[in-house]
């Protein structure tokens, strides 16, 4: 039974995973590359590749990212490496199968020469899907991956630090092949990426989180619970201030209930110190719900 829940667990992140970089893959080659934009990261490096030497990104991503591999197989253990050589095999595949589709007239590719802000709108909503869902289900497409996650181990720099370091690099060293507006559509896309990467990984179901301060808590959390129908925790508190000891209410609402819950609390106490915050990805009652 074990052995049955690990392995399904294991095909729920191995399909994702797949998907995720079969996206990326028809993103980088149907947007990015026909129009001569950039990608930042090792992607970057295959990128300039084709356009130096027209090395199929296929082929240069699997020769950047074998030894990259091995070496984060040695530093960050096998465990940790397993779903990023999954991500990297995938990614080639789906390289190479698509080239080969391009190359027969099966797919032909997205090229303007005029309207390069739709192709770094496509570009980035394309390749941040595909980066999210891998991310998302805990796989990664090698490369800026890998050596971020060694120079943190080895050297305390954050993964932020060191990936955006490269890009830098990578987008410095683009000038000598594509001209400086192209870069600048290419930030576009990669700011576009960023963010549909952010959507995925934290959920697409947002909420917010009310944190009510009030004399009053009970009778609050009373009707939140009955006319909204939703969880209400009650944890004490004691006012600096006055030294006296309160309630505190927490619940997680929709954002379609916000409205509803602040006349709830402001009706059966005015005074009440209201705090919301952003909350996603919300698993339980009411909300998402664990797969069993």
């Given at each position: 039974m074990?052995?049955?829940?690990?392995?399904?667990?294991?095909?729920?992140?191995?399909?994702p995973?797949?998907?995720?970089?079969?996206i990326y893959?028809?993103?980088?080659?149907?947007?990015?590359?026909?129009?001569?934009?950039?990608e930042?990261?090792?992607?970057?490096?295959t990128?300039?590749?084709?356009?130096?030497?027209?090395?199929?990104?296929?082929?240069?991503?699997l020769?950047?990212?074998?030894?990259?591999?091995?070496?984060?197989?040695?530093?960050l253990?096998?465990?940790?490496?397993?779903?990023?050589?999954?991500?990297?095999?995938?990614?080639?595949?789906?390289?190479?199968?698509?080239?080969?589709?391009i190359?027969q007239g099966?797919?032909?590719?997205?090229?303007?020469?005029?309207?390069y802000i739709?192709?770094?709108?496509?570009?980035?909503?394309?390749?941040?899907?595909?980066l999210?869902?891998?991310?998302?289900?805990?796989g990664?497409?090698?490369?800026?991956?890998i050596?971020?996650?060694?120079?943190?181990?080895?050297?305390?720099?954050?993964?932020g630090?060191?990936?955006?370091?490269?890009?830098?690099?990578?987008?410095?060293?683009?000038?000598?092949?594509?001209?400086?507006?192209?870069?600048?559509y290419?930030?576009?896309?990669?700011?576009?990426?960023?963010?549909?990467?952010?959507?995925?990984?934290?959920?697409?179901?947002?909420?917010?989180?009310?944190?009510?301060?009030s004399?009053?808590?009970?009778?609050?959390a009373?009707r939140?619970?009955?006319e909204?129908?939703r969880?209400?925790?009650l944890?004490p508190?004691?006012?600096?201030?006055?030294?006296?000891?309160?309630?505190?209410?927490?619940?997680?609402?929709?954002r379609?209930?916000?409205?509803?819950?602040i006349?709830?609390?402001k009706?059966?106490?005015?005074?009440?110190?209201?705090?919301?915050?952003d909350?996603?990805?919300?698993?339980g009652?009411g909300?998402?719900?664990?797969?069993a």
């Amino acid at each position: 039974m074990k052995t049955s829940r690990l392995m399904n667990q294991f095909i729920k992140k191995v399909i994702p995973i797949v998907l995720g970089t079969a996206i990326y893959a028809f993103g980088l080659l149907f947007f990015i590359i026909p129009n001569h934009l950039m990608e930042g990261g090792v992607t970057g490096i295959t990128v300039l590749l084709n356009y130096a030497f027209q090395i199929p990104p296929s082929l240069s991503t699997l020769l950047i990212n074998i030894p990259l591999f091995l070496l984060g197989v040695k530093i960050l253990g096998v465990r940790q490496s397993f779903y990023t050589g999954l991500g990297i095999v995938s990614l080639t595949f789906f390289l190479w199968l698509i080239e080969k589709l391009i190359n027969q007239g099966w797919i032909v590719p997205f090229q303007t020469e005029q309207d390069y802000i739709l192709v770094a709108l496509y570009a980035g909503v394309t390749l941040g899907t595909g980066l999210g869902i891998v991310f998302r289900f805990g796989g990664t497409t090698g490369g800026s991956d890998i050596i971020a996650r060694i120079f943190n181990r080895k050297f305390g720099y954050s993964m932020g630090q060191v990936i955006l370091a490269l890009d830098i690099i990578i987008l410095g060293l683009s000038l000598l092949f594509i001209p400086l507006d192209k870069i600048l559509y290419t930030l576009v896309a990669v700011f576009i990426t960023s963010k549909i990467i952010d959507f995925i990984q934290e959920g697409a179901y947002a909420a917010k989180a009310f944190t009510i301060i009030s004399d009053r808590a009970p009778q609050m959390a009373d009707r939140i619970t009955h006319e909204l129908e939703r969880g209400v925790t009650l944890i004490p508190a004691i006012g600096v201030y006055s030294k006296q000891a309160k309630q505190m209410i927490y619940c997680v609402v929709s954002r379609q209930e916000i409205r509803q819950l602040i006349e709830i609390a402001k009706s059966v106490d005015p005074s009440a110190f209201i705090i919301i915050n952003d909350v996603s990805d919300v698993h339980g009652e009411g909300f998402q719900k664990e797969q069993a």
